[in-house]
């Protein structure tokens, strides 16, 4: 037997032993998922268990590709620039919205260059200190700020990042000045908060939970609607005194805007009856989130809203990207 038929052979027996793949190889061109993140992250391990259940609904072989850099720009345009065919996807967060006010030139138009697919989920912001800080409660943080403005120090994963953007929109409900330290991604600020470097930390839930289970986080609040599953002990952002606040990282897949309508509507029905199953529940509420079907239509205005919102206050407060 030659090399090459060896090859073929263990091809076609490592398919056969992987559910679903041998269909998924013969029906058709392979889909890439961008994602303008690293892997691990909550928006990796959201696009890779999407990518597993629309590979078993619609029988293609589904990629998650990571690219990231320029605050996850360099994803968003290689996906706007991908053929229009469906082989290229994106799975967006936040910055998909913010960008186009946080960088000057604006890099993009979401709203004219991509398809909204559909809304996947949310993981809330969540706002924690050191368990030796003196902030018992969202409140205490509150009432000190207000009595040194702009003297405590908070860490986010970096300028024009959704925790720090969360965080400039807090602060302005709660009539307070904290005061900005950026960091090259969660990891660090995490470390540095934990360490005692600086006393207020925010964050998605996601990368806050297993420091908050071993204690060497004590989160304040989570800043949506609802209580975290994987955080039940933390009051909302409402519950803590500001009703009708919410800011959590949102996630959806997007295309390159000249997709057919029916392969849009096609990818559309396969992400909703993905959300509508226990496993892709049980994921997202694994990683302190919650799923959001949605039409194509809500989503779209979800952007736009977004975008809205980001303009304003990126404007108002002067944020740059790192």
């Known amino acids: 037997m030659t090399r090459v038929d060896r090859r073929s052979l263990l091809l076609s027996a490592t398919a056969a032993a992987i559910p679903g793949l041998a269909s998924a190889q013969a029906g058709g061109k392979p889909v890439k998922i961008l994602v303008g993140y690293g892997a691990g992250g909550a928006v990796d391990v959201i696009a890779r268990a999407i990518a597993q259940r629309l590979q078993a609904d619609l029988g293609l072989l589904f990629i998650v590709d990571n ?49 909204a697919i559909s809304l996947v989920g949310r993981v809330p ?16 943080l509150v009432a000190a700020a207000k009595g040194k403005p702009n003297t405590i120090n908070y ?31 969660g990891a660090q600020a995490i470390t540095d908060v934990i360490g005692g470097q600086v006393p207020v930390l925010a964050v998605n839930a996601l990368e806050v939970l297993p420091h908050a289970r071993s204690g060497k986080l ?19 952002i409402a519950e803590s005194g500001y009703p009708g606040f919410e800011a959590s990282v949102w996630y959806g897949l997007m295309g390159p805007a000249a997709m ?14 993905a959300l509508a ?24 205005a979800h952007l736009k809203a977004e975008h809205a919102r980001y303009e304003r206050l990126i404007r108002a407060a002067k944020i740059t990207p790192d």
Do not use: C, W
């Open 155 to 185: 860490a986010t994963p970096g300028n024009g990042a959704t925790p720090h953007l969360a965080v400039e929109l807090f602060t302005r409900a709660a009539g307070i000045d904290l005061f900005h330290v950026p960091y090259k991604g």
């Open 218 to 236: 004590r989160v304040l609040a989570v800043l949506s609607a609802s209580r975290a599953a994987t955080l039940p002990d933390v009051p909302t």
């Open 125 to 140: 912001v969540v706002i924690a200190v050191n368990p030796a800080s003196p902030y018992q409660t969202l409140a205490q």
């Open 277 to 300: 199953t226990q496993d892709i529940k049980d994921r997202l509420a694994a990683v302190g989130g919650e799923v959001a079907p949605a039409t194509q239509e809500a989503f779209a």
């Open 260 to 273: 057919p309508r029916d392969k849009v509507a096609q990818l559309h029905g396969a992400v909703q009856r």
């Open 67 to 115: 690219k990231p850099g320029a605050g996850s720009n360099l994803a968003i345009k290689a996906t706007i620039d991908a053929p229009a065919d469906g082989s290229t996807l994106l799975m967006a967060a936040n910055a998909v919205a913010a960008n186009m006010a946080l960088y000057q030139p604006q890099p993009f138009d979401a709203e004219r260059d991509l398809v």
